[in-house]
């Protein structure tokens, strides 16, 4: 089976879910169908957030970080988009990411959730795929660099079975690590 048939029918993978709330949201791979909302939602993110969250591990040659997200390959680059029906239109609530870093069996993840929609569980459905589909496509290691003041993210990565430890000695950011080969 070529990566083409593979890819295709990872498209078709969803899941409906239901958050703490009761609210039921689609979970789903990232489409070609999906960039437009993508970017909006991103655009919505708050600059320090989308800073520390898109940016380790999604810079390279393209020319902005719209374009660097929506380059999505299902194994290299792989993400979620979680999106609820409002009037009527599929709205994006959240997305979960990862890129592979290079001459490695590690990825970088990142995750991101409309403020609205925070603390019903939506950041840890969107990562329990993510790291599903890691581990599936082989990866070691999965790494979140964050701000240490990003309280929300340290209580998820400890919930999620992550490590954490500061960058050499700076207190400002911390590194959570995830064994895939657990």
Known sequence: MSNDLDNRDLCKEHWIESLSDGTAVLIRPLSESDHERDHQFVGQ???ESRRFRFLAGFS???SSLFEQLADVDYHRRMAYVALVHDGGQLRQIGESRYAAVPGSKNC??????????????LGRLLMNHLITAARSNGYACMTSRDLSSNYGMHR?????????RYLAGDVSEIIHELDLQR
């Open 156 to 164: 998820l990565a400890k919930a999620l079975g992550f490590s954490s």
């Open 108 to 121: 970088e993840c990142a995750v991101a959730v409309n403020a609205h929609w925070q603390r019903k569980g």
């Open 60 to 62: 390279g040659k393209t």
């Open 45 to 47: 993110v708050p600059y």
